[in-house]
Antibody
Framework: QVQLQESGPGLVKPSGTLSLTCAVS?????????WSWVRQPPGKGLEWIGE???????NYNPSLKSRVTISLDKSKNQFSLKLSSVTAADTAIYYC?????????????????WGKGTTVTVSS | EIVLTQSPGTLSLSPGERVTLSCRAS???????LAWYQQKPGQAPRLLIY???SRATGIADRFSGSGSGTDFTLTISRLQPEDFAVYHC?????????FGPGTTVDIK
């Protein structure tokens, strides 16, 4: 059973860069799945940040695209998120998630496995 | 971008009641690529429904989904104590993937 675990600093200074990692266990990051980052500001709904596929495919939310980088490390079986020029509006719980196995009939996917989430606060 | 609207914002109900939650899209969601998630306080979302009406693995059959185009519904046939939570819908027909704001189902 695949499990995901987010890690990274819980406090980031304004204008700094938020960096998080999602460790994948019980499965391979090179399997036929997209790997996503989703965030949830306090008391608000979910926002998709972006996703990556092991062969190099990457999709970002246009609202964050200029500040986001998602990458993948096959040797460590993990993927990462970097969000630059952060402000208080980036304070949120950040989740990593996996989409189900890729099938020819689908271009985009829902998320069937989620990490427990990590809280990131942007404050000086 | 497809904007999802969920109604009502909050529902106060008693165990055993039937619940109907609505998710409306700003434009048609192709091929009913609509998912529902349940989220309890302090927990990550859990997938309930995908493809508008297919239950995810291990999900009780009191949960059902329906709809197409721009109007989708999640129904809980008889509320159990563990069903009090926030329910989110998500479309995956086009990028960016988007979620609704959520509906809170709390105890009356």
């Amino acid at each position: 059973q695949v499990q995901l675990q987010e890690s990274g600093p819980g406090l980031v200074k304004p204008s700094g860069t938020l960096s998080l990692t999602c460790a994948v266990s019980g499965g391979s990051i090179s399997s036929s799945n997209w790997w996503s980052w989703v965030r949830q500001p306090p008391g608000k709904g979910l926002e998709w940040i972006g996703e990556i596929y092991h062969s190099g495919g990457i999709n970002y939310n246009p609202s964050l695209k200029s500040r986001v980088t998602i990458s993948l490390d096959k040797s460590k079986n993990q993927f990462s998120l970097k969000l630059s020029s952060v402000t208080a509006a980036d304070t949120a719980i950040y989740y990593c998630a996996r989409s189900p196995d890729v099938v020819p009939s689908l271009y985009y996917y829902y998320m069937d496995v989620w990490g427990k989430g990590t809280t990131v606060t942007v404050s000086s | 971008e497809i904007v999802l609207t969920q109604s009502p914002g909050t529902l106060s109900l008693s165990p055993g009641e039937r619940v109907t939650l609505s998710c409306r899209a700003s434009q048609s969601v192709s091929s009913s690529y609509l998912a529902w998630y349940q989220q309890k306080p302090g927990q990550a979302p859990r997938l309930l429904i995908y493809g508008a009406s297919s239950r995810a693995t291990g999900i009780a059959d009191r949960f059902s989904g329906s709809g197409s185009g721009t109007d989708f519904t999640l129904t809980i046939s008889r509320l159990q104590p563990e069903d009090f939570a926030v329910y989110h819908c998500q479309q995956y027909g086009s990028l960016p993937l988007t979620f609704g704001p959520g509906t809170t189902v709390d105890i009356k």
